[in-house]
């Protein structure tokens, strides 16, 4: 009996020096752990940053409006877009305006026989949209809008047909990696009482079938990539994962409809940039390209007659890596602050960043992903 006891004993002990061991271990991540940012970054009221792709109560979240509200401002967001499920949701629709100095604005997520379809910058049509997606982009479109593709390869997949009028495809989509099982994360799981940015950046990975897609349906026809929360719950740390960084014409204005129209436009024309804001701050990175002393901005298409210088600044203290990508594949890689090339080939090109300071976020996973450039061929 005694034996007994002292094995009993010694495999408690064995376990509490383990459990110690693992409480130590996981304490020293979570303290080191940080998000990198510049000490002075380099600001432009120009450039602005917002979550695109949340839901509330008025459809299927677990926060309403005004919850939801109350964390942004703790965010230092300029915007939000919410995309409740509708056809449209006019609830959700009409709640639009500025609240505490953001910019509130509301689109829609469609049930379609494809899957899912976020409309944007609508006018409310006096009917339902079509549950037929190729009806439904050319009626969001007729109503001044523009589409997006959701989460393509998630549990609602995507089911590809012919090309329509898309206007976007989401790259990542955090809460559709979110409801994933992944025994990898179990470790980390306590992460999400204490730094659950942490445990959101460890749960992502590489999304190669959107990267794929994306470059493929570039081919096509322009399309822009976008990050997206698609926060139902945890919305304070949804928020404060992914990032899209528009760049504007004129800054901010603080009349509503001229906001919001600015807002779109950043978007329908391809002019901005993606971050996984949790990992790093990412303000300040331009990529952008010059034809004869003529600026190009993202999202641009262009006539390659001449050729087209291509500039990418990436002004950060920390590692990284700079791919300059040329349909589908890295043709430049650089670790500078700064890192230019001259295209001389059509086709599309676009940046990713790799963070290689020290992070919970894979090494193999772009921090920032740019919209395009489009270089047509120059047909005599």
Not at 18 to 26: A, C, E, K, Q, T
Not at 109 to 130: C, D, I, Q
Not at 180 to 191: N, T
């Amino acid at each position: 009996m005694n034996n007994f006891l002292l094995k009993i004993k010694k495999v408690f002990f064995i376990f509490l020096a383990l459990f110690l061991l693992y409480v130590l271990w996981l304490s020293f991540i979570l303290l080191t752990f940080k998000t990198h940012r510049a000490p002075t970054p380099e600001a432009s009221p120009l450039e602005i940053e917002g979550v695109y792709h949340l839901h509330t109560t008025f459809s299927d979240g677990r926060k309403s409006q005004d919850e939801i509200l109350k964390l942004t401002s703790k965010e230092e967001l300029d915007f939000i877009i919410f995309t409740d499920h509708g056809a449209p949701n006019m609830e959700s629709y009409s709640s639009q305006g500025w609240t505490d100095g953001i910019l509130v604005l509301a689109g829609c997520e469609l049930y379609v026989n494809r899957g899912h379809l976020v409309g944007l910058g609508f006018t409310p049509p006096k009917r339902v949209f079509s549950n037929n997606a190729e009806e439904a982009v050319e009626e969001i479109k007729k109503q001044g809008g523009f589409s997006i593709i959701p989460h393509p390869y998630s549990s609602t997949t995507w089911t590809w047909g012919e090309f329509v009028d898309y206007s976007g495809i989401e790259i990542i989509n955090a809460y559709s990696r979110l409801m994933e099982k992944d025994l990898f994360l179990i470790p980390y799981a306590p992460a999400l009482l204490f730094k659950p940015e942490y445990l959101l950046l460890k749960m992502l990975v590489r999304p190669d079938k959107n990267l794929k897609k994306w470059d493929e349906l570039n081919t096509i026809h322009p399309i822009y990539g976008y990050f997206c929360s698609d926060a139902h719950r945890l919305y304070r740390s949804l928020l404060n994962l992914l990032r899209s960084h528009l760049l504007l014409q004129a800054p901010l204005s603080e009349d509503f409809e001229t906001a919001s129209k600015q807002v779109y436009e950043a978007l329908r024309k391809g002019r901005f940039y993606n971050s996984i804001h949790a990992a790093a701050h990412a303000h300040g990175f331009r990529f952008r390209g010059e034809k004869m002393g003529e600026m190009i901005p993202m999202g641009s298409t262009v006539l390659l007659d001449s050729p087209v210088r291509l500039h990418i600044k990436a002004p950060f203290p920390f590692a990284k890596e700079i791919h300059l990508i040329h349909n589908g594949k890295v043709i430049l890689r650089s670790y500078e602050e700064n890192a230019s090339y001259e295209a001389l080939l059509p086709g599309t090109y676009r940046v990713e960043v790799y963070l290689k300071a020290r992070s919970p976020l894979r090494k193999n996973i772009p921090w920032i992903v740019s919209n395009p450039i489009f270089l047509k061929e120059n047909k005599k």
